[in-house]
């Protein structure tokens, strides 16, 4: 059996780790923090929007990403909320919608009216929007939980603290460590998250709101 040794416990090294044990290998992850918690991966929004993300992102984030909602739903059933995306912006940034569906695709302009029935309490807020109806949705937190859950009970075995590893234990190391890692092929992309609790709007699914200094999503 190949013994592999996967570093790293974000969301690339157990959606990893999930594909190689699923495939017979014996893996180990070794993390550096004391838990799954606290990395990007942790703090993510969980969109899974490859042609959103088009906009700014090369081809390959839209070949690889739209299929990631099915495999969340095999891997973890029940866990990915399949609701679309919704583009909105301000009347007076109507311009964005046009900029943004040029440089993006799979996705159909809404009216008001069209906006309010996909989410009433954004009625008669926006009078244009687009529509992504193949993007999903997830709570990263609740995936990355249960996808650890589910590794341990497929045999992969967690180290956490982990320092150095003796590598000569492995036949193949797979470093998934992130921005810890970062090189040319991989750059850091700040983001900031807000936990909003209200009982006065409820949405459906993610909500981007573009506008030329300050775009949003929630
Ligand atoms: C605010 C925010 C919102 C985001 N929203 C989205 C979104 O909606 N949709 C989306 O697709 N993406 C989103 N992203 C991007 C996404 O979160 C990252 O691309 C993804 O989480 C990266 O996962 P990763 O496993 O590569 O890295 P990480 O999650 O950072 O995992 C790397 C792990 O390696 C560990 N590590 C580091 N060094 C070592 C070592 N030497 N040995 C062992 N372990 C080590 C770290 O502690 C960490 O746990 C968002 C990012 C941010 C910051």
């Known amino acids: 059996m190949r013994r592999v040794l996967v570093k790293g416990a974000g969301v690339a090294g157990l959606t990893v780790a999930h594909e190689l044990a699923a495939r017979g290998a014996s893996v180990t992850v070794a993390e550096i923090r004391s838990q799954i918690g606290g990395n990007a991966s942790w703090l993510a929004g969980g969109m899974l929007a490859p042609w959103c993300e088009r906009e700014s992102a090369e081809e390959a984030v839209v070949t690889l990403g739209k299929v990631s909602a ?3 739903e095999r891997t973890l059933p029940g866990l990915v909320t399949r609701a679309g995306t919704l583009v909105v912006a301000h009347a007076r940034d109507a311009f ?4 943004f569906s040029a440089r993006t695709r799979n ?6 009216k069209a906006i309010a029935a996909l989410e009433p309490d954004l ?8 529509f992504f109806a193949g993007e999903a949705h997830l709570d990263p937190r609740r995936v990355l939980e249960a996808l650890a859950g589910k590794l341990r009970a497929m045999g992969v075995v967690f180290l956490f603290e982990a320092g150095e590893v003796a590598l000569s234990d492995f036949d ?5 460590t992130g921005i ?3 090189d040319d092929d991989l750059r850091g992309v700040r983001g900031e998250m807000l936990l909003l609790h209200t009982r006065e709007v409820s949405l459906a699914r993610p909500v981007r709101l573009l506008h030329p200094r300050h775009p949003i999503y929630v």
């Open 107 to 112: 996705c159909e302009p809404l009216d008001e």
């Open 123 to 130: 009625a008669g807020r926006f009078r244009q929007g687009l």
């Open 70 to 72: 099915d495999w969340w």
């Open 172 to 176: 193949q190391v797979i470093d998934c």
């Open 96 to 99: 964005e919608l046009a900029r």
């Open 180 to 182: 810890a890692r970062a």
